[in-house]
């Protein structure tokens, strides 16, 4: 993949991540019949600013990936009419533009007897067809036949991250971190009689520290790979590293939230639909009830399941005439474009990050996501003729609210 292409996959990557975060925050204000607070306000300004950013940055680049394409394209038809017109001279010249060919055998014998009676054109056209030619073949001039690669290369990954896009990724700022918390609120309470004091306490608000992981890889290649590979492998390699750090990052987000989860409903071995949707509304009152526990808002509700979990929600949420169902119906190619349809208006999205088996529902005022990508870098290793190219970032899914993460159990 051309180097201009992969830096425009990342550029929009990030674009529909700060998208998806920005889509979050208003939907979660609609969910709970709100405006937006300063807070989410600050956030938003802060995306708008990254999308301005990375517009002005893809514009460009997208303009020239535009181009070289259609330079590649005009340089492929150029080298194939070539190849066509040295073709064309060639039967001319060696006088096999028209092959002699008979519809029958009875042709072949008119055209024999039409010769012995000395007719000369009937004579050129069997001593033609029965000359002796040398086949020359393919097998022939190998050195002369290019290799062509087609397609994409077979193993390369193209990987979306559905419970940290679910959760939406905020920008992990520099220094170190902590998350403003409230751990001892004010007091309302009834006043016992009149002229009596009201309750009074004050409000404490303290700090979660954030620890973010690094994640990274690199790998050394030489010069001469570099120079002699087309499409050429650092770039290939660079998107593959990538590709990597979101698969890792995902792992680590699936691996965090399965075990900050507290114990919910089960389902039997053989579920109903009812018995799925009798589960999903139980896990969500645990979740209101542990939210308002903690004095937390709300927030939206996440239903994040194993792949092996499609097996138990398609089948009995079918998308055939659904009016009457608890679910608009669910399609399994939609869950590898992003969240599938509602049921019982919880959006549910899927993660082979996540073991099998597993089902949870969760508040987005839960959990957290913070992340810097340092993005690709590159060294050159003169003493070796060697470039070393490496990709990093730093992440962290802090669950502020493990009570707000509930597992949905199935007997096997």
């Known amino acids: 993949m051309p180097a201009t292409d992969v830096m425009l996959a990342d550029l929009q990557r990030e674009s529909d991540e700060q998208n998806a975060f920005i889509d979050q925050l208003v939907d979660g204000a609609r969910g709970e019949g709100r405006e937006l607070n300063e807070h989410e306000l600050g956030l938003i ?14 514009l460009p680049l997208q303009e020239a990936s ?28 060696n006088g096999t533009s028209t092959p002699i060919e008979y519809r029958s055998a009875g042709y072949y014998i008119a055209d024999l007897i039409r010769s012995g009676l000395g007719d ?18 393919t097998s022939d001039n190998p050195g002369l036949l290019p290799e062509r690669l087609l397609g994409t290369i077979l193993g390369e990954l193209d990987f979306n991250r559905p419970l940290v896009s679910a959760v939406g990724p905020q920008q ?34 303290g700090k979660v520290p954030l620890d973010a992981d690094t994640y990274g890889g690199y790998v050394n290649v030489s010069r001469q790979n570099i120079d002699w590979t087309q499409p050429q492998v650092v770039d290939i ?11 890792e990052t995902e792992e680590a987000a699936g691996v965090a939230l399965a075990a900050a989860a507290v114990a919910g409903p089960a389902l039997p071995a053989t579920p109903t639909a009812q018995d799925v949707t009798d589960a999903l509304w139980a ?8 939210m308002w526990a903690q004095r937390r808002p709300m927030g939206r509700l996440i239903l994040a399941v194993a792949p092996d979990m499609l097996a138990l929600l398609g089948p009995l949420f079918p998308g055939v005439n659904p009016q009457n169902a608890q679910s608009t119906g669910m399609s399994a190619g939609l869950f590898g474009e992003g969240p599938a349809p509602a049921v019982s208006g919880i959006t549910p999205v899927v993660s082979g990050a996540l073991a099998a088996g597993t089902a949870l529902v969760m508040s987005s005022n839960a959990v957290e996501a913070y992340e810097d990508r340092i993005g690709a870098l590159q060294v050159v290793e003169p003493s070796v003729l060697g470039v070393q190219v490496a990709y990093a970032g ?8 493990p009570t707000g993460v509930v597992e949905i159990t199935k007997t096997p």
């Open 120 to 137: 000369v054109g009937a004579g050129e056209r069997i001593e033609y067809f029965n000359r002796a030619a040398a086949h020359q073949t």
């Open 237 to 247: 390699v660079i998107g593959d590293l990538t590709n990597e750090y979101a698969f």
């Open 283 to 290: 896990a969500a009152g645990l979740v209101f009830a542990n």
């Open 66 to 93: 535009r181009v070289q394409e259609r330079s590649r394209q005009v340089h492929a038809d150029i080298a194939a009419d070539a190849a066509n017109r040295a073709a064309r001279a060639d039967r001319v010249r």
């Open 172 to 205: 992990l700022p520099s220094g170190s971190w902590s998350r403003p918390r409230i751990t001892q609120h004010t007091q309302v309470g009834v006043q016992t009689a009149e002229k009596t004091e009201l309750a009074s306490r004050k409000m404490i608000i």
């Open 45 to 58: 300004n802060r995306n708008r600013e990254a999308l301005t950013r990375i517009t002005a940055q893809m």
């Open 394 to 401: 730093y992440f962290a899914l802090p669950i502020l609210e």
